[in-house]
């Protein structure tokens, strides 16, 4: 089935891709991970403990 050039014209896609979903599943994750790496740092500096390597 071909579509004129009108036709392709009306064609609306959906605003809401996979790759849509994946970054903003990534964003949220790099926040989650930058909260707990800042909890843990204040922790730290309250307890003034530190883990040995």
């Known amino acids: 089935m071909k579509l004129t050039d009108s036709e392709?014209?009306?064609v609306?896609?959906?605003a809401i891709t996979a790759s849509l979903?994946?970054?903003l599943a990534?964003?949220?994750s790099v926040l989650f991970?930058?909260?707990q790496a800042v909890g843990s740092a204040i922790?730290?500096?309250i307890t003034?403990?530190?883990c040995t390597l």
């Open 48 to 50: 003034k403990t530190t």
């Open 12 to 14: 609306s896609g959906g």
């Open 43 to 45: 922790k730290r500096a």
């Open 33 to 35: 991970e930058l909260g």
């Open 26 to 28: 990534r964003g949220i």
């Open 21 to 23: 979903i994946n970054a």
């Open 8 to 10: 392709l014209k009306m």
